[in-house]
């Protein structure tokens, strides 16, 4: 964007846009020099017919680049990478799961070839190099899928022996569940099924250390049960969208970063709150929680938990 202005040649314009940037970033924590730079990293559409997971892709991408409050507070403070298509090939043709040469990309996270899979070459590159800067931290890997058999928004995470960072792991769905109707706590599961091997929640969630996330976010193709009700609301490209900027936003109450917004959020204060304020989360945990208290009872239900297909 800036750089078609730089095409003007005034020296002394040059001198002004540079130092009107200077100014504009230097208030802007994550890039200030020398400080760690704290990035969550998002992907969609691996799988070619999962297309709602282009809305909410969409719709994350649309409110961290608007003028929202929330959304400046969030680029000062993270950075945002993200590969909103990882399978174009299989898209343009059509394919409901792969890509042009047949390949389930999400299955070859663990050695991906240049030539057979590059985009996921190309993605898992560009992660490792940030896990080995010491200047960045990866913070957060979540993949974007549409399920075809479950209703809601729901996560998918790893299953670690560390019981806290177990139980850390759960912080960013009950709170995206607090944030939107649609998501729901009690369908998200932690598995390490032997068949998600490939995937890159469960790959990166090997790779990368203690301190990182990485979730499968599935969103289902037709409706969402709102919570504490009986009624089924259909899926829109809106109610898509919706769902990304709630994922969007729930980074500012995970990094606790409240505060410092500029000023009320008008147009969408009075739903968070109500959100907030309901108990539908803990109502769908007391429905039947979701998040196993012993290691045994972890492992029992991530078996049973398991809905069929995706991801
Ligand atoms: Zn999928």
New binding site residues.
């Given amino acids: 964007m800036g750089g078609n202005y730089a095409l003007h040649t005034s020296t002394k314009f040059q001198s002004c846009y540079y130092q009107f940037f200077v100014s504009l970033f230097s208030s802007t924590v994550n890039l200030r020099p020398g400080t760690e730079q704290k990035v969550v990293f998002i992907t969609a559409r ?2 070619p017919g ?1 297309t709602p ?1 282009s809305f909410v892709c969409q719709g994350i991408i649309d409110f961290l680049v608007s003028p929202h409050p929330i959304a400046k507070v969030l680029r000062d403070h993270l950075v945002f990478k993200i590969a909103p298509m990882l399978n174009p090939d299989g898209v343009y043709l059509g394919n409901y ?1 792969c890509s042009l040469m047949g390949f389930d990309l ?1 299955r070859h996270w663990a050695d991906p070839s240049p030539w057979a899979h590059p985009t996921l070459h190309g993605v898992k590159q560009l992660i490792v190099q940030m896990y080995n800067n010491p200047k960045v931290t990866l913070e957060f890997y979540i993949d974007i ?3 075809s058999t479950m209703m809601n928004g729901f996560m998918y995470g790893n299953i670690f022996e560390d019981e806290e960072r177990f139980q850390r792991q759960a912080i960013f769905p009950k709170l995206l569940c607090q944030n939107a109707e649609d998501f729901s706590f009690s369908s998200t599961s932690f598995n390490r099924d032997a068949v998600k091997a490939g995937t890159g929640r469960r790959f990166l969630g090997g790779l990368l250390d203690d301190t990182s996330y990485c979730y499968t976010l ?1 969103v289902s193709f037709y409706s969402y049960i709102v919570g504490g009700t009986t009624s089924t609301v259909p899926y829109t490209e809106e109610t898509y969208m919706k769902l990304g900027r709630n994922v969007a936003r729930t980074f500012l109450d995970y990094y606790r970063l409240n505060s410092i917004t500029e000023r009320p959020l008008a147009p969408i204060s009075s739903t968070w709150k109500e959100k907030a304020s309901s108990n539908r989360c803990s109502y769908h945990r007391a429905q039947g929680n979701n998040q196993p208290s012993t290691k045994t009872e972890k492992r029992t239900q991530a078996t049973l938990k398991e809905p069929t297909q ?2």
Wanted: hydrophobic residues 15%; negative net charge; aromatic residues 0%.
């Fill in positions: 691996v799988h999962e997971s799961r999400n899928h549409a399920h599935e995706s991801s």
